[in-house]
């Protein structure tokens, strides 16, 4: 996780690290094994909402909408924003590490792993349980990749990035983002429902809150 300017005193906070310092700093295996447990979950917690049908994830509805607009596959549209993502992390100056790699090649291959085990629901009722437990699925999964600290995803890493920029909580400005991009894919023509709005507004708090018990202390934090 990014150290965030200004901590509050008795606030743990935890250091900026290199690529080289994520991959020498102790805990190493424990950190491991917590990182890859935090991106299949997290891939996992993504079919989920999609078999719930009751709304995608913000960044979701802008590649479909990036689709429609430019007639490229929904895959494609995905790429393309996490490079544009990317690109965006060298104003930030955010560091890039395991982490980011791993988000890419793992995310999406637990999510074609996960959709050949969930059955689709059979009732407005069991929707609404897959929609619950995937949002719940996300918000801790993704608090338990980024306090592993072998670096963010694209778009954790827009997150961690603009919180160490301008000293705002987590919550505020991961869903300043989540609102961002679902406002602009929504009008590039993507389909958002309620739960896209409820996931764009709770996602930030929720993994600001599972962070303070996922993020792995190590010396030198603050």
């Known amino acids: 996780m990014t150290a965030v300017p200004q901590a509050k005193p008795g606030q743990f906070v935890a250091r900026r690290m290199t690529a080289r310092e994520q991959l020498r700093a102790e805990k190493k295996a424990w950190r491991l094994v917590q990182l890859l447990i935090g991106l299949v979950g997290y ?13 995608a994830a913000s960044w979701s509805v802008l590649a479909e909408g990036l689709s429609l607009r430019t ?7 995905t790429n393309l924003i996490a490079v544009a ?46 929609f619950l437990l995937g949002l719940l699925m996300l918000t801790f999964f993704d608090a338990v990749y980024l306090g592993a600290r072998f670096g963010s995803g694209p778009r954790d890493g827009l997150m961690t990035g603009a919180v ?25 023509g993507g389909t958002a429902g309620f739960g896209t709005v409820l996931i764009a507004v709770v996602l930030g708090p929720l993994v600001q809150q599972f962070l303070r018990f996922t993020t792995v202390r190590l010396a030198g934090d603050g």
């Open 43 to 55: 891939g996992a917690a993504l079919t989920f909402l999609v078999e719930s049908s009751l709304g």
């Open 71 to 77: 007639g490229l596959s929904f895959g494609w549209a």
């Open 85 to 130: 993502v990317l690109l965006c992390w060298i104003p930030l100056r955010e560091l890039p590490g395991l982490g980011t790699f791993l988000n890419v090649v793992l995310v999406g291959t637990s999510a074609d792993l996960a959709a050949l085990f969930v059955p689709a629901p059979s009732s407005p009722v069991q929707q609404v349980g897959y």
């Open 164 to 188: 160490r920029v301008t000293g705002k909580p987590i919550w505020l400005v991961r869903t300043a983002i989540e609102l961002v991009v679902l406002a602009v894919g929504w009008l590039l």
